[in-house]
T-cell receptor
Framework: QKEVEQDPGPLSVPEGAIVSLNCTYS??????FMWYRQYSRKGPELLMY????GNKEDGRFTAQVDKSSKYISLFIRDSQPSDSATYLC????????????FGTGTRLLVSP | KAGVTQTPRYLIKTRGQQVTLSCSPI?????VSWYQQTPGQGLQFLFE???????NKGNFPGRFSGRQFSNSRSEMNVSTLELGDSALYLC??????????FGPGTRLTVL
């Protein structure tokens, strides 16, 4: 079993829908949680990161962490065709990249 | 500011050959990390260089090596290529330990 599990999708939604992307993990030591967006033929781009539990909002994006359930979510409100990409979750027990564990990504398709 | 650049973007090699990939970080960034991305395993950390020194290393065999130059540019080398080395190799640069900026990657195909 992988430390971080993420449904590969694709997840297809119409424009304007609320999108929910999720990851589960098994390592209770994870404290830093990140969401990256990766467009085709591009490198990942950091969208948000949160420390420990709770919510964080940035424009149309909201990240939630539930450490008791070992479950994190990224919500996208009013989804746009430009949101079509692969979304990667990543997590680490501390700052620093060598312990960062990535999910394999969920492909999102937003149709006009 | 220019982003992270990687060259070449695409590469085809045969088993047993070696390959060198190049990464130019964002100006002022002294930390460069390398990752391997495959559909099955996702992104996996290879190593990180800071001020020409390897600061951290992932769980990859010794065939994977890297170096960093005084201008922070970095190279990654893979010797004795295997079919399983086919992947997207990503380089990322950073100033702080919480945010890294990725390049577009080098797509390596081993035949």
């Amino acid at each position: 079993q992988k430390e971080v599990e993420q449904d590969p999708g694709p997840l297809s939604v119409p424009e304007g829908a609320i999108v929910s992307l999720n990851c589960t993990y098994s390592n209770s030591a994870f404290q830093y949680f990140m969401w990256y967006r990766q467009y085709s033929r591009k490198g990942p781009e950091l969208l948000m990161y949160t420390y420990s539990s709770g919510n964080k909002e940035d424009g149309r994006f909201t990240a939630q962490v539930d450490k008791s359930s070992k479950y994190i979510s990224l919500f996208i409100r009013d989804s746009q065709p430009s949101d079509s990409a692969t979304y990667l979750c990543a997590m680490s027990p501390d700052l620093g990249f060598q312990k960062l564990v990535f999910g394999t990504g969920t492909r999102l398709l937003v149709s006009p | 500011k220019a982003g992270v650049t990687q060259t070449p973007r695409y590469l085809i090699k045969t088993r047993g050959q070696q390959v060198t990939l190049s990464c130019s970080p964002i100006s002022g960034h002294r930390s460069v990390s390398w990752y391997q991305q495959t559909p099955g395993q996702g992104l996996q950390f290879l190593f990180e260089y800071f001020s020409e020194t390897q600061r951290n290393k992932g769980n990859f065999p010794g065939r994977f090596s890297g170096r960093q130059f005084s201008n922070s540019r970095s190279e990654m080398n893979v010797s004795t290529l295997e079919l399983g080395d086919s992947a997207l190799y990503l380089c990322a640069s950073s100033i702080h330990q919480d945010t890294q900026y990725f390049g577009p990657g080098t797509r390596l195909t081993v035949l």
